[in-house]
């Protein structure tokens, strides 16, 4: 499968643990992005990343989130000290930027990982 | 920020007829439109987009209109089939970040044999 990646699927945790979930992107895809979906919602979006710099963050991502892309291919995104309100379905997407500013290009999704907190 | 809202969010139709969605944005400098379909349990996956240099875009029976003066624009799919029910969601780019995507509420559509 050459498409974006997700790890793990599914995780539940206690409230007050720490959670960390892995993107691997499309290949040659530059662009890396974090959505969060929740349950009869569409994805919000969470972070954004161009190669390994993060260049915006929604106010959303409070301190106990934060996301890393250290080589330009794969990113982590992590939760610390969960709560409830964190469960979701966190999405990541990819998409490589081709021409100037204005040029969009299709962000392919990844499965998602589920997060319930208990 | 944009605001994005998405009208219905369920819509059964009979196999064979059509189906529209309806999508508002704030935002008026954005730019980019795409149509993301999710079948359950599944990744969202881009079946149509439209950017604001044009009115209309068609593929097979999906089509998509944009209005920039009203700041709506629409989904239609022609000749549904079954395969067609799943969650539909819009977007929009806003005009000063081209990268990051805010999405309507989405719309569970059902097609009825």
């Known amino acids: 499968d050459t498409g974006v990646s997700q790890d793990p699927r599914h995780k539940i945790t206690k409230r007050g643990q720490n959670v960390t979930f892995r993107c691997d992107p499309i290949s040659e895809h530059n662009r890396l992005y974090w959505y969060r979906q929740t349950l009869g919602q569409g994805p919000e979006f969470l972070t954004y990343?161009?190669?390994?710099?993060?260049?915006?963050k929604s106010r959303l991502l409070s301190d106990r989130f934060s996301a890393e892309r250290p080589k330009g291919s794969f990113s982590t995104l992590e939760i610390q000290r969960t709560e409830q309100g964190d469960s979701a379905m966190y999405l990541c997407?990819?998409?490589?930027?081709?021409?100037?500013?204005?040029?969009?290009?299709?962000?392919?999704f990844g499965p998602g990982t589920r997060l319930t907190v208990l | 920020g944009e605001n994005v809202e998405q009208h219905p969010s369920t819509l059964s139709v009979q196999e064979g007829d059509s189906a529209v969605i309806k999508c508002t944005y704030s935002?008026?400098?954005?730019?980019?439109f795409p149509w993301y379909k999710q079948e359950l349990g599944k990744r969202p996956q881009l079946i149509i987009d439209?950017?604001?240099?044009?009115g209309e875009k068609k593929d097979q029976r999906i089509a998509v209109t944009l209005n920039k003066t009203a700041k709506h624009f629409s989904l239609h799919i022609t000749e549904t089939q079954p395969e067609d029910s799943a969650v539909y969601f819009c977007a929009a780019s806003p005009g000063s970040n081209d990268y990051k995507l805010s999405f309507g509420a989405g719309t569970t559509v059902t097609v009825r044999a």
């Open positions: 935002d008026s400098a954005s730019n980019y």
């Open positions: 997407a990819s998409s490589l930027r081709t021409g100037g500013p204005r040029s969009y290009n299709e962000q392919f």
């Open positions: 990343f161009q190669n390994e710099a993060q260049l915006e």
């Open positions: 439209i950017r604001s240099n044009v």
